[in-house]
């Protein structure tokens, strides 16, 4: 049984009272710092708790935490954190690592929530359940994940039973509670914000059948809103990039065909595997010893299209996290049958040290670091004589993100739809025309580099305004400098949208340059919705 108290004890302390309190659950022990949690957007309350990261602090620490396990609706199991001791009474279960779950669950949500409505980005679910300083990181996901899932719904009670009256909880925080007791196993009274719930909670269960009845349906699933993010992301099959820097597809493909039910090569793409929905392999031997990259089918188009000799000198313009990087090095090293043969480099490029840190990383895990050699600075100040020897260059520059909906879990947010009906379409605002700004600057530096041959320019965004735009807008400035737009991977089916003059007045990609550009649909491809062009001198 998990438990959330947020608030601490008013009460003045009995000794013995306090004794038994503190060994039932210490976190209602004295806390260090006064520090809130940003509101919800309609909670209008806060997390008392601060923290570093955005991430609460508990109360008084405890040295040894008992473990438990969380389980969603209807007791089946989402995230195990561990075994409690037989025979131990269910009030004994609840400990400060069970607080901080639920704790950081609220507060995970809270920022989404607002983030949706507001249209900031910035934050996404993963990075505030994952993050290093959320310890229990299964179980933060996972009911993070639940009570977003059923968002509409437990609104709609909250909204209905507390009718504005929250109790200075933030929305947010009353619907992980909410879910907890008409979904999940329920709750202890531990804190003033248990209490508070568990007072109403007869009519929420009320309430709760009532709007069953109300939809017409037979269970509270079948309340849940659908949409096309979250029919593609049930049927999006998991993908794999084989390392062909330490080990063959055949490898990997038979010792995964032992495990799993379904495997099958990309048609694609022949270095990336395909395994049935929901195949989890984070922990997998194959991923831990870097023989296999997790990656999306689209993220692993760029380098293949750049497809690099084993003697070129390349540059990663915008590095982190590396997997484009190390998917260069693995094909450059699959050429020449071992990364010994290999006489060119890879220099990946970022200016951000934390995020070259996690390249470095990944690049000693895969085995690559005698062909890749990461640098900290800003692919616009390089000077191209310094890299006289480069004979081609990856864009793939910061841009919307707009094309991994999916992957980031943006179905389980309020205004999903809206992203839905962005879907291709010329989405402008002043953040996508400052990154279209920024996109134009580092491919026509690319292009001032004076033996490059192959240009790849890619985006996980679908809005055209970021990518045949884009291209569109340097078509003239690639011709001056001898470059020209080639065909990436005639057998894709999509290609570039084609627009009419009505439709707009500037930057227009011809009908012709249209065709030889390639688009990767986040609903019809099954992967992240990318764009990727090659200009080729």
């Not at 933060?140 to 719904?153: F, G, P, Q, R």
């Not at 065909?487 to 570039?496: A, L, N």
């Not at 003059?501 to 390639?518: C, F, M, T």
Request: aromatic share 6%; glycine share 8%; hydrophobic share 35%.
């Amino acid at each position: 049984m998990l438990s959330l108290c947020l608030f601490g004890s008013n009460v003045k302390p009995n000794t013995n009272r306090t004794q038994k309190r503190k060994k039932k659950t210490s976190i209602l022990g004295k806390r260090k710092g006064n520090g809130s949690f940003p509101n919800s957007t309609t909670g209008g309350g806060t997390l008392t708790g601060g923290g570093k990261g955005g991430v609460p602090t508990p109360g008084k620490k405890v040295k040894k935490q008992r473990s438990a396990s969380y389980t969603s609706h209807k007791g089946s199991s989402v995230s195990k954190v561990g075994k409690s001791s037989e025979g131990r009474s269910r009030s004994h279960q609840y400990t400060l690592a069970q607080s901080d779950i639920l704790r950081q669950a609220a507060y995970a949500i809270g920022r989404l929530v607002e983030a949706d409505a507001t249209g900031k980005h910035g934050v996404s679910l993963k990075s505030l359940t994952l993050g290093k300083n959320v310890r229990q990181k299964k179980a933060v996901y996972a009911v993070t994940v639940e009570t977003l899932k059923y968002y509409s719904v437990l609104k709609s009670l909250v909204n209905e039973v507390f009718r504005g009256d929250f109790g200075g909880m933030s929305e947010a925080t009353l619907c992980v509670l909410v879910r907890e007791i008409v979904l999940g196993d329920g709750i202890s009274r531990i804190g003033r914000a248990e209490r508070l719930v568990l007072e109403k909670e007869e009519e929420l269960k009320r309430e709760l059948s009532n709007l069953v009845e109300q939809s017409g349906v037979q269970s509270v699933a079948d309340m849940l809103p659908q949409n096309e993010l979250m029919v593609a992301a049930a049927k999006r099959k998991r993908t794999l990039r084989v390392n062909l820097a330490k080990v063959s597809v055949e490898e990997v493909k038979n010792q995964l065909m032992e495990e799993f039910q379904s495997v099958s090569i990309s048609e694609h793409l022949p270095d990336v595997i395909e395994l049935d929905p929901g195949s989890d392999l984070h922990s997998h031997t194959l991923v831990r010893s870097g023989n296999v990259v997790l990656q999306s089918l689209a993220s692993c188009i760029p380098a293949s299209v750049l497809d690099p000799e084993p003697h070129w000198h390349v540059i990663d313009a915008c590095a982190a996290p590396g997997n484009k990087t190390t998917h260069l090095a693995a094909i450059m090293s699959h050429k020449a049958t071992g990364t010994s043969d290999v006489r060119g480099k890879v220099f990946a490029f970022d200016k951000d040290t934390r995020r070259l840190e996690i390249l470095k990383k990944n690049v000693a895990l895969t085995g690559t670091t005698s062909i890749i050699e990461p640098s900290c600075r800003d692919f616009l100040e390089a000077d191209p004589s310094e890299f006289a020897r480069v004979d081609a260059i990856l864009l793939d520059p910061s841009c919307s993100g707009s094309g991994t909906a999916v992957s980031r879990m943006d179905y389980l947010l309020p205004n999903s739809s809206q992203h839905v009906s962005q879907r291709g379409v010329m989405h402008v605002d002043e953040r996508v025309l400052s990154l279209k700004q920024f996109q134009i600057s580092v491919i026509q530096h690319a292009m001032s580099f004076p033996n490059v041959k192959k240009i790849v320019y890619s985006t996980c965004s679908i809005y055209y305004e970021e990518n045949e735009g884009v291209v569109a807008h340097v078509l003239e400035f690639a011709k001056e400098h001898g470059f020209h737009v080639a065909e990436v991977f005639p057998s894709w089916p999509r290609r570039g949208l084609v627009l009419q003059q009505e439709e707009r007045q500037e930057d227009i990609l011809p009908a012709g340059e249209a065709r030889k550009v390639l688009r990767v649909d986040p609903i019809e491809d099954g992967t992240d919705g990318f764009f990727v062009a090659i200009f080729v001198k």
